[in-house]
């Protein structure tokens, strides 16, 4: 790639940047949580600096959290844009497993952000089991905000066991101190209660249940 394309990459990706009011170490770090590797500061200043330029399939990504298109960033256009064909809409798994080409919803990014939600702090999970039967049933599409992960009072979280089992369960802090974890169906999912100790040992907190979606077809 010639210099001089590498210098307008440079320039493009430290104009986008500073328009958001970020450090090189912000960039990279926002970057990383959308893009299929790590970008570490150095790699970003490197860009900046014409040094060396992103690989094609990076420039979605990029665009995605500068808020422009691939086209501008690489240098293609003088057109910024607004981003709309990455920016607009987002899957919650873009980041995991199957890359959230599996998933079945995708959500507006300025709604989210009017619920205080992170579009990069999001998982999208199927409800195992009916426990839970007055929030909602197995099978509907739970959004979990994996920004919340620490419980601070009662809510509904998404748990993951040592042996990978995934519960969506009410969890209550308990005065003084300890966890109970428990469900609508007292029956089959008996309310449980941890030590603090045992808690961090053997359950993982994935984050907040937010947001129920579900088909309603006829069968």
């Known amino acids: 790639m010639k210099s001089d394309i590498k210098e307008i990459i440079g320039d493009r ?6 328009l958001k009011n970020w450090t090189a170490r912000e960039a990279a770090e926002a970057a990383t949580r959308v893009a299929p590797e790590n970008i570490s500061t150095g790699r970003w200043q490197n860009w900046e600096c014409a040094q060396r330029s992103p690989g094609v399939e990076m420039y979605p990504y990029l665009a995605k959290v500068l808020d422009t298109t ?34 079945e919803l995708a959500f507006n990014v300025e709604a989210l952000k009017r619920h205080g939600l ?32 620490e419980i601070t009072g009662a809510g509904i979280y998404a748990l993951q066991t040592q042996h990978g089992d995934l519960y969506v369960r009410y969890v209550r802090r308990d005065i003084g101190s300890g966890y109970s974890v428990y469900a609508d ?4 999912a008996p309310t449980q209660q941890f030590s603090e100790e045992d808690f961090a040992s053997k359950l993982t907190v994935i984050g907040k249940y937010v947001f129920k979606g579900c088909w309603n077809l006829d069968q």
């Open 70 to 103: 691939p086209q501008y960033l690489s240098g293609w256009s003088n057109e910024p844009g607004i981003g709309v064909e990455t920016n607009k809409y987002v899957v919650a798994n873009v980041n995991q497993e199957q890359g959230g080409k599996d998933d």
């Open 185 to 188: 169906d007292e029956r089959h």
């Open 13 to 18: 990706l430290r104009e986008r940047r500073l």
């Open 118 to 149: 992170s579009e990069h702090n999001l998982k999208l999970i199927t409800a195992p089991d009916d426990a839970m039967h007055k929030e909602f049933k197995r099978g509907d599409l739970l959004l979990i905000d994996k920004g919340a992960n």
